[in-house]
């Protein structure tokens, strides 16, 4: 069988698992796709190449799609997010001095507490706080954003927001040039057990189901190229069903550990895969529920409300039309082709394509093509609901 080449870039981080394990498991090469990943340096350069041709397909920040969709950040150009390859897996991290401030406060700082945290926090600074992201457009620093906002901060104006590599995060927390991050695991916990931070929050108790990263591909590529992009897409989602089976972690993270990819000790990773953090420097691992998701209650479903919900935070913080950027937001999710290139898997199907964000406080079943699908908890932290439709 002859294979058809797709250049696709990504980030070393764990979420860019379900491309790795693709490649390196033989599910792109039973699908007729010769995966070639080619890590890049940034997310600056991920978005450029895709942009400019020079891959084919990208892992990328879920913002970052719809960013680019609405003209915002590097060159204008529509992409669209074939299917979301992560849930969550990011975690707030402060340097000590303000770990001690905060727990002076008298608050109760519960790891899943991110109102208590949060009021701590806000309580504990008096200039505006340092903190770093990966990226300007990222759940990261939505997720930020939205936290402090419920606190009366003006964001981001009244943030000091850099941009810092995740590799770099504690490098520039210890150098004292940011005050807390939020960054991906497990680069927050190398940095507490390097003690030069402590972890308060886990990204999953602002928002319990937060789209991370996507698969991403320019606007209009996915038409011209219909049999490889259902043959990329079914590599993807088998790779994501095999990442969640409880006895693979340990061979995942030998994997994507390895120097082609992530270059970290295994052991990080597995961390990262079985859902365990390390708060601080005296190492003990504190298990978070939902840490980073790959496949589980329709994870892979590119939801368009998840995408608006994007679409509206960025048009509010930059003066968009907030309904233009809704519809722009729904154009760039593309459960259409989700459907119509998974089903012949069997992949079970929610009935809608956009729901009510934040409605969700547990588990429940829906109405699936298969009637087999659970969805959440999706809850924000304050309680807030976003529909998209209205």
């Known amino acids: ?9 990504f980030i070393p981080l764990v979420d860019s698992a379900p491309l790795i394990i693709a490649r390196e498991l033989g599910f792109a090469e039973e699908e ?63 340097s000590p001095q303000l770990a001690e401030k905060m727990r002076k406060t008298g608050e109760d700082l519960h790891l899943l507490d991110a109102r208590s945290v949060g009021s701590a926090l806000i309580s504990s600074i008096t200039e505006p706080l340092r903190v770093g992201v990966p990226f300007p457009f990222s759940m990261h620093a939505e997720l930020l954003y939205y936290w402090f906002s419920v606190f009366g901060l003006r964001v981001p104006e009244q943030l000091a927001v850099r941009t810092v590599p995740p590799p770099l995060m504690a490098d520039a927390i210890a150098a004292g040039e940011i005050d807390a991050f939020c960054v991906g695991e497990p680069w927050g916990s190398l940095a507490a057990e390097k003690g030069v931070a402590e972890l308060v929050l886990p990204g999953c108790a602002i928002w319990q189901f937060a789209p991370e990263k996507v698969l991403a591909v320019r606007k209009g590529w996915a038409e011209r190229e219909k049999d ?25 993270s030998e994997i994507v550990s390895a120097p082609p990819y992530l270059s970290l000790a295994p052991e990080a990773v597995e961390r990262t895969l079985r859902g365990r953090i390390v708060r601080d420097s005296s190492g003990e691992e504190v298990a978070i529920p939902r840490l980073m998701e790959f496949f589980d209650c329709a994870t892979t479903f590119p939801w368009r409300s998840q995408a608006a919900w994007i679409a509206d935070r960025l048009a509010r913080r930059m003066g968009f039309d907030r309904g233009d950027a809704i519809q722009i937001a729904r154009s760039c999710f593309r459960p259409d082709l989700y459907r119509a290139n998974l089903a012949p898997l069997g992949a079970d199907m929610p009935g809608a394509s956009e729901k009510v964000e934040g409605m969700l406080q547990g588990r429940i079943a829906v109405a699936s093509a298969n009637g087999e699908m659970f969805l959440g908890p999706d809850s924000f932290f304050d309680g807030s609901i976003f529909d998209p439709s209205a």
């Open 1 to 9: 069988m002859t294979l058809r080449r797709i250049d696709c870039g």
């Open 32 to 94: 007729g796709v010769d995966l070639v990943l080619h890590k890049e340096p940034s997310w600056a350069a991920v978005r450029d190449k895709l942009v400019l041709g020079q891959l084919d397909a990208a892992h990328l920040l879920a913002p970052v799609a719809i960013a680019m969709s609405m003209g915002l950040g590097g060159i204008a150009k529509p992409l669209d997010a074939l299917s979301v390859l992560s849930v969550n897996g990011n975690v707030v991290g402060v």
């Open 228 to 252: 490889l992009t259902a043959a990329l897409m079914r590599a993807v989602w088998r790779a994501a069903r095999w990442l969640v089976d409880p006895s693979h972690p340990m061979t995942a």
